[in-house]
């Protein structure tokens, strides 16, 4: 039991120091903005209690919004992406025994670790970019920021998935 603890504790550390010291020094034209930050609520064990993923939602949210001056934009997009979480797993499994404990690539398979990520990172970016802009005046400029930013954070999220989370 205390191995898991540690192995979210580093998983933790690790995806907030590689979104503010790597991540967030990438902006290709304003269009690209990469974030892997939220992967630590991507990958909790489904039987975490609801509440207590919404919790952790927030705090690594508002940390990343502390490193990045953004006022709690991180943290509203996290909890929200934690909210969706249960849904879109419910959505993605047919039956109740096709839940896996942990929501992992290699425990879940490419293509429901591909949808489960890509509804959540859209619904993350969602969020995060039309609160940033917090105006739909230029609507499909930052709903194409969404898709490419997207595009680009499952990207990241899924080649994480073979070099780094084998277990």
Same mark, same amino acid.
């Given at each position: 039991?205390?191995?898991? %603890? ?9 995806? @907030? ?8 020094? $990438? ?12 992967? !630590? ?23 990343? /919004?502390?490193?990045? /001056?953004?006022?709690?934009? =991180?943290?509203?997009?996290? @909890?929200?992406?934690?909210? !969706? ?10 039956? &109740?025994? /096709?839940?896996? /404990? #942990? ?8 293509? %429901? ?10 619904? =993350?970016?969602? @969020?995060?970019? #039309?609160? &940033? $802009? ?11 920021? @969404? ?16 070099? $780094? !989370?084998?277990?």
């Amino acid at each position: 039991m205390i191995q898991i %603890w540690i192995k979210y504790i580093i998983l933790f550390i690790t995806a @907030v120091l590689v979104q503010v010291l790597f991540l967030n020094q $990438v902006q290709l034209s304003g269009y690209l903005n990469p974030y892997f930050y939220f992967v !630590f609520i991507l990958l909790l064990p489904v039987s975490t209690p609801r509440y207590a993923v919404l919790l952790l939602a927030f705090f690594l949210g508002l940390i990343v /919004d502390i490193f990045s /001056d953004t006022f709690g934009l =991180h943290a509203a997009a996290t @909890v929200f992406l934690a909210y !969706f979480r249960t849904p879109v797993m419910n959505l993605l499994s047919a039956r &109740e025994s /096709d839940q896996l /404990d #942990y929501p992992g690539l290699r425990q879940t398979g490419l293509r %429901w670790f591909l949808l489960y990520t890509i509804f959540l990172v859209l619904i =993350h970016h969602l @969020v995060l970019f #039309y609160l &940033e $802009v917090f105006s739909f005046a230029d609507f499909f400029r930052t709903f194409i920021r @969404v898709i490419f930013s997207t595009i680009f954070s499952v990207f990241i999220i899924v080649l994480s998935q073979f070099l $780094v !989370f084998r277990d």
